[in-house]
């Protein structure tokens, strides 16, 4: 076959899914168990790669460069991300690599949150005992995204996980197998444009010693 007539390959997926204890998850694990079997998509278990909280950062660095789209997986715990999952980020995307002087490793790449919160949508409302529709939540995700040059895709949720009942669950999960498979041709995807590119003054984060801390 010409090189010129050749299908495109797939996009590229990494997933990190994280869950503290999946026997105890009723939505997420049937997430990440429909997201095998994909041939475009490599899936990372970070509570069974990581139960030290040892973090392989080249290795997880190299995964996430070789991708079009990153995923990240998990329930909502504390109006955040898993414990492992933000350590994921504070080593993984370091700077001078993923943003900063030289940080462009991800430039150009999406972000797409998956995540599940115990509480129905209602109580995500200024009237709710959560008293902030959810999208209050999402500033550091998509601050993280843009810092490293990366769109934040809309994210895909279940709320409500623990009284969802299996229609609803079968739909949802059925709904994110498709987003998967069809990346990158998502009709929302043509409305937006590419993420800014933003820069960080290396004054702000001088490298002299690169084990110190804040």
């Known amino acids: 076959m010409p090189e010129t007539d050749r299908p495109p390959a797939a996009a590229r ?7 503290p204890d999946w026997a105890e998850s009723r939505v997420n694990r049937q997430l990440f168990d429909a997201a095998h079997g994909l041939p475009h998509v490599t899936v990372r278990d970070l509570y069974g790669t990581y139960p030290d909280y040892d973090i392989d950062v080249r290795a997880e660095q190299d995964q996430a460069q070789a991708a079009d789209l ?25 700077y001078g690599w993923a943003y900063g002087p ?13 995540a599940s919160t115990g509480g129905p949508e209602a109580s995500y409302h200024p009237q709710g005992y959560n008293r902030y529709f959810f999208d209050a939540f999402l500033p550091p995700y998509e601050q993280t995204a843009t810092l490293c040059g990366m ?15 299996p229609p609803e669950i079968d739909r949802h999960t059925a709904m994110f197998r498709d987003r998967l498979a069809t990346y990158p041709d998502w009709p929302e995807l043509e409305e937006m444009g590419a993420c800014p ?10 490298m002299a010693d690169p084990h110190a801390r804040d």
């Not at 809309?154 to 969802?164: C, I």
Request: a positive charge; one cysteine or more; aromatic letters at 8%.
């Open 102 to 114: 030289g940080g462009t490793a991800l430039n150009g790449k999406d972000l797409w949150l998956v």
């Open 151 to 165: 769109r934040f895709l809309p994210p895909l949720l279940l709320h409500g996980a623990r009284r969802a009942g």
């Open 13 to 19: 997926i990494y997933l990190l899914a994280a869950h």
């Open 70 to 94: 990153i995923v990240l997986l998990h329930p909502i715990q504390w109006y955040a991300m898993p414990a492992l999952m933000k350590l994921w980020c504070d080593e993984v995307l370091g």
């Open 197 to 206: 590119i933003v820069e960080v003054p290396s004054t702000d984060r001088p």
